[in-house]
């Protein structure tokens, strides 16, 4: 029989997680002209793209046009979807051995991290992935309910997730309804009487984990001003020195922003975001199990003999009146049946992206990419290198034989697996049914798509081409 990767005997590779990580191992793998691969990809919705349709803002249409070039490598012959086939329920470890010579596990981290404090468990306090995921349209979060008749929200955290919570909070109808966000979002939003959104980071400006377009972007709201306590804007010694020396250009450009921010006069828009620093949450206060406040410490900052610095509490206490809280902390991946994890960082056990056994030994065909190779961190174009690390592994491995031997490794045979265990699966051709459907209905209302947000009714355009 030829050799594995050539025309008569193709690479047979299965990428569980259709975001982008999944999609940057089809064309990290399509640079290699010379090697003959047929993809499977999986995922457990019906829709394609992962956090880039579910996780990026909706007012951020430009990062989503990444999702042309995931088309491209989708329309490539060798590539079929598998969409509404969740690993672990549908199809397991043993099944993937059985027709792959090469398994893919790009999950990403669909969780969000606990602060760990009292009163987090109370009605109004929520992860801002769950938010994101609701406006979004996610299916499975489109029935959440968030208490938007709220005055005041705090938003936990000072990195871009904590920006975008923050942003959907603070603009007016007019600047949401361009967007391709959840028609029930919209009309909830709409509704709104959120006035106060606090921002509270518990470090200094100079540490924030936001990106200079992102916080730019604070200042530039229709209808709602911006605010930062003057004190919290000024850096300290070591802070300003670290500026000076470690030539940051985002961070200094992070702290200008902030310092404007600091300095600009309170104009009387309807909303007013208030982004604080140096403060940590130490309680959520409630009410009959509703949210009614935040208990923050104030800190101050202290540098390592390594450099780093860290937030120490200082005595001085405060109580921020909200009604709402949305923990913004980072993002948290989820074991997956049968693969070796590690729980504390919230990853596939990997080495370069080979997946590996408690005593680091590579486990036989099995890889990961993206966020659940990596942890939560970085831009959408991080996974292009993230995943091409593991390709290269991947290559690597065919070449030394070192692959799974499937017993079928036939594309039909796979058809015929996937028909048996989820008669509601969807294809690429059927996915394009519904991104139709959603750009036609989006095109009349002058916005991006309108999404479908129920896997019935994705199911049922899918397969019948109309709404
Ligand atoms: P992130 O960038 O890691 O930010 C997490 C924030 O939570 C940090 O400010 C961190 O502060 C804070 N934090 C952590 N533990 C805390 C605690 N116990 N108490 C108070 N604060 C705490 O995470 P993210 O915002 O979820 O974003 C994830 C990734 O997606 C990032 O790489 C981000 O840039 C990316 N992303 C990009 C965009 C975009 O490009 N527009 C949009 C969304 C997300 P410390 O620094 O002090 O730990």
Redesign the pocket.
Known sequence: MAAVGTESNPLRVAIIGAGPSGFYTVSNFLKHKDLHVEFDMYDRLPTPFGLVRAGV?PD?QK?KSVQRAYDKSAQSANFRFYGNVEYGKDINLDDLKQHYHQVMFTTGAPFD?N?GIPGEELAGSHSATEFVAWYNGHPDFANHEFDLTQESVAV???????M?VARILCKTNEELAVTDMADYALAALDNSSVKNVYIL???GPA???F?PP?IKEMGEFLDADVTVPAAEAELDAASAAALEEGGDKNAQKNVDFIQEYAARPISGKKRLLNIRFLV??TEILGEDGKVTAIKIVKNKLVQGDDGSIR?VATDEEEIIPVGLVFR????LGRPLPDIPYNENKGTIMNAQGRVVSADDAPVTGLYTAGWIKRG????IGTNKTCAQETVNCMVEDLAAGNINEPADPSVEGVKALVNSRQSRAVSYDEWLNINEVEVSRGEAAGRPRIKFTNIDEMVEVARSGSS
């Open positions: 803002a951020h990062d991290r602060l936990i955290g000072v990195g871009n997730v904590a975008d980071g518990r470090r540490q924030a984990a990106t992102e940590s949450p937030p913004s902390v980072g993002y939560p961190t970085g831009v």
